[in-house]
């Protein structure tokens, strides 16, 4: 695979591998082992963008990804994310980017990691309590540091991107960017352009829509994050999968599948996007990775983008409590 550029300098595989879902948010996680094995045939196959985040577990995740890439760390990106504040039993308890936050987090997941360097930290959302310029502020020391390569951002709208960026170059924003959710193609894309700053989209397959595997009849049990998401109760579904349907018509034609047509039709839109599905599976990942090697043409890309024109997608992405942490300013 030809790698990609996000920022000036970080390359990376044109397809990451979202990390959240080997823990949590998907139904019961598979054994910690098949996890780590996993991970280590990712990189085999020609992954080295892992995206994993202090909140996912909290903390196991980063503990897998830790254990899985350290005898081949030479040979991946590692990028994670502060932002969340916690209990005191661990658990999630709101946002937070004060200063202190940010740098124990950074050391908590150094630790975890099994590794003295983070390449990509992300804020993983914006605080609307701490101005963004003591966060990017924070972030240039522990660059400085030498404990951080290089900052990142989640979900975060283009006047906060720009004050950031004023302060320490952002080398990534990460957001939901797919066939089923274009809002970045609005305003974000255009800053990203504009600043040289790489975009990497997580659900870029709908959380698994643009797979062809949900139908109608689907149901999410016991923690799958989409038994709580709009997007997904059966009205809503049954709606939805009309973009599936439109999507598969063109895969079908192609001879693909229609998650590599999705993706090649992000990996189409910028040459500095780098989408990271997620997958515990090592045949869902080489279909992923095999999006990297599909060419669509210009007539290919305007079916694809008319379809998702043609679809006035129903539910939001998130329930209100989540939605309400996503920077649109």
């Not at 001879?255 to 090592?282: E, F, M, Y």
């Amino acid at each position: 695979m030809n790698p990609r550029t996000l920022g000036t300098d970080l390359s990376v595989s044109p397809i990451g591998l979202g990390c959240m879902g080997i823990s949590q948010s998907f139904g019961p996680s598979p054994d910690r082992a098949g996890m780590v094995a996993f991970l280590r045939q990712a990189v085999d196959e020609g992954v080295t963008l892992f995206d994993t985040a202090e909140v996912y577990g909290p903390f196991a995740n980063e503990e897998i990804v830790g254990e899985a890439l350290e005898p081949v760390r030479d040979r991946v990106i590692i990028a994670t994310k502060f932002g969340f504040a916690f209990d005191e039993y661990g658990n999630q308890d709101g946002v937070t980017s004060r200063p202190e936050r940010i740098r124990a987090a950074v050391d908590g997941s150094l630790r975890r990691l099994r590794t003295d360097v983070i390449d990509l930290l992300y804020q993983h959302r914006v605080d609307p309590d701490v101005p963004i310029e003591d966060v990017a502020g924070t972030v240039k020391e522990l660059i400085e540091a030498g404990k951080v390569r290089h900052f990142g951002m989640s979900e975060a709208g283009p006047t906060t991107i720009r004050r950031a960026h004023a302060v320490q170059p952002v080398t990534a924003l990460q957001s939901e960017y797919s066939l089923f959710w274009r809002e970045p193609e609005q305003s974000v894309l255009p800053t990203l352009e504009e600043l040289g700053i790489g975009f990497v989209p997580f659900s870029p397959l709908g959380r698994g829509l643009l797979t062809g595997q949900v139908t109608a009849s689907s149901t999410f049990g016991e923690g799958d994050i989409r038994a709580n998401l709009p997007r997904f109760t059966p009205e809503a579904l049954a709606h939805n999968l009309e973009l599936v349907e439109k999507v598969t018509a063109i895969a079908d034609r192609l001879s693909a599948a229609p998650g590599q047509v999705a993706l090649a039709w992000l990996l189409a839109q910028r040459p500095w996007i780098v989408p990271i599905p997620g997958t515990r599976r090592l045949e869902r990942l080489q279909e992923n990775l095999s999006a990297a090697e599909l060419e669509l043409n210009s007539e290919d890309v305007d079916q694809l983008t008319a379809a998702s024109d043609s679809i006035n997608v129903r539910g939001d992405r998130y329930p209100a409590s989540m939605q309400a942490m996503v920077d649109r300013s």
